[in-house]
Nanobody, 120 residues
Framework: QVQLVESGGGLVQPGGSLRLSCAAS????????MTWVRQAPGKGPEWIST????????TYADSVKGRFTISRDNAKNMLYLQMNSLKPEDSALYYC?????????????WGQGTQVTVSS
C-alpha cells in the first residue's frame, strides 16, 4: 500500500534551519509530482511547495519562497524540504503528499506528518 513517512521535524529557534525528509513506498515514486503541505493548529491546510516528476521544476508559496527548498531523489524514493530562516509562523505539522498542488485538499494522499515548532 502507499506509504509516506515524514521525519526531521523538531524544535528550532527563529532564524534556524531544519531539513524534512519523506520516505515513499508502495507506488512508483518517479511517476508522481510531490508536494509539501502544512497545517497549523486551528487553521486549514496550506500548500507549501511542489516538485515535478524528475525534479526539473519547483514551485513555492509566497510565504516560503526564498527560504525553503524542495528536492527529491528518485533512486531512493525520497522527498526533502530544506527550511532556512525559520519564523514562528512556520510552526505547523508538515506533510508530504503524492501529487501536485491539488493534493492540498485531499488528506488521503498525505503522510502522517512531522511537527515543526519555531520558538525561542
Amino acid at each position: 500500500q502507499v506509504q509516506l513517512v515524514e521525519s526531521g521535524g523538531g524544535l528550532v529557534q527563529p532564524g534556524g534551519s531544519l531539513r524534512l525528509s519523506c520516505a515513499a513506498s508502495g507506488f512508483t515514486f518517479s511517476s508522481y509530482a510531490m508536494t509539501w503541505v502544512r497545517q497549523a493548529p486551528g487553521k486549514g491546510p496550506e500548500w507549501i511547495s511542489t516538485i515535478t516528476l524528475n525534479g526539473g521544476s519547483t514551485t513555492y508559496a509566497d510565504s516560503v519562497k526564498g527560504r525553503f527548498t524542495i528536492s527529491r531523489d528518485n533512486a531512493k524514493n525520497m522527498l526533502y524540504l530544506q527550511m532556512n530562516s525559520l519564523k514562528p509562523e512556520d510552526s505547523a505539522l508538515y506533510y508530504c503528499a503524492r501529487g501536485g498542488e491539488w493534493v492540498v485538499g485531499k488528506r488521503a494522499y498525505w503522510g502522517q506528518g512531522t511537527q515543526v515548532t519555531v520558538s525561542s
